[in-house]
């Protein structure tokens, strides 16, 4: 079950109409990652091209037998394989959360805002002449598919679609009986984006990894299992979204949590510092649950807050795949970061 959150979320961007909340979302991404949109920065993560840049030692279990240098590795006798700059030829996935916790938020963007802020700076740092982008999102109604294409007319559809889908909402509480119909959770996406990604590229999962999230901290959430066998294929990139209304309390007296899959209400009052300990020590807890399933996953994982510098944190996180990349073969490569 998901953790209870508190029924309110800043406007943010949803004062505007979908169009200008698009050229605004669309100059915001351009301008703050504009260093990493030219030049050497060509794709979010490192990862096999076609471009040659060199040699490397070989790496058992994960390089490609097909990328063996034979000419390098006769003459040290050590095996080794073509290094390549980013793939000029990308299809990137998209697998975006829009259930209904994804609707709060308690800073200058809500948590499906932000999931739009990143699904737009995935869009422009894989574009480029050749790549495509596809994407599933996840809603109350169902899973909308949107095929894999390439160019920014196709990415700005996509965006416009986020930003105009109706927002979804808890539904109303009925003691003792369940909802008719089951809208899809994170590992239904993910079952059905490993059916479809059959060339190998890049994977995205933008969510607050919730979905499923077992009481006992061992036990393995039920959309582990997907992700990583999608990171046997593919680079998987998983952007965990939160707000820091879910990570603590403040004390603000009496309040209502609504649990946003079921609809369920509790009253709680913040005033109580016992009660704000206990919740900011389960939330820490949680949050490390998810960190490491997403590590069991050898997916990468980007944390995004709803009152951070999420254009910062993305600079970030690219440079640091990027160092990673280039270190010796000799240091350390791990999947989550």
């Known amino acids: 079950m998901r953790r209870a959150t508190a029924a309110h979320a800043d406007p943010g961007l949803a004062e505007l109409a979908p169009d200008q909340r698009l ?16 030049g050497q920065y060509r794709g979010l993560l490192p990862g096999p091209g076609s471009e040659p840049a060199g040699s490397r030692e070989y790496r058992p279990g994960e390089d490609e037998v097909r990328r063996m240098d034979w000419a390098v590795t006769a003459r040290t006798a050590v095996p080794h394989v073509r290094q390549v700059d980013a793939d000029r030829e990308l299809t990137t996935w998209l697998l ?18 932000l ?9 422009f740092l894989t574009a480029g002449v050749g790549n495509r982008l596809g994407a599933q999102v996840l809603r109350a109604d169902g899973v909308r598919r949107f095929p894999a294409r390439s160019g920014r007319t196709h990415l700005l559809a996509l965006l416009r679609a986020l930003l105009a889908a109706p927002r979804a909402t808890a539904p109303t509480e009925r003691p003792g009986r369940a909802p008719t119909v089951r809208p899809p959770d994170l590992a239904d996406g993910l079952d059905a984006l490993h059916r479809i990604a059959n060339r190998r590229g890049l994977v995205v999962v933008v969510s607050d990894f919730l979905d499923g999230l077992p009481d006992e901290p061992s036990q393995a959430a039920p959309w582990e299992r997907t992700m990583r066998r999608l990171a046997v294929r593919h680079q998987v990139l998983a952007i965990e979204v939160t707000d820091p209304r879910e990570l603590e309390l403040p004390d603000v007296g009496l309040i209502t949590l609504v649990d946003p899959e079921t609809g369920r209400h509790r009253e709680v009052s913040t005033s109580d510092r016992g009660l704000r300990e206990r919740y900011a020590e389960a939330a820490a807890a949680q949050r490390e649950q998810v960190h490491q399933a ?3 996953s050898g997916a990468t994982h980007l944390p995004l807050r709803t009152d951070g510098d999420w254009s910062a944190d993305i600079v970030r996180h690219v440079h640091a795949q990027r160092r990673l990349a280039a270190a010796p073969s000799g240091q350390p490569r791990g999947g989550a970061a």
């Open 115 to 123: 999931a739009v802020a990143a699904v737009a700076a995935v869009g």
């Open 23 to 38: 050229r605004r979302l669309e100059l915001t991404v351009t301008r703050r990652l504009n260093g990493l949109l030219h």
């Open 96 to 113: 975006v959360d829009g259930s209904a916790s994804m609707e709060f938020g308690t800073a200058e963007l809500d948590k499906r805002e």
């Open 294 to 296: 997403l590590r069991r």
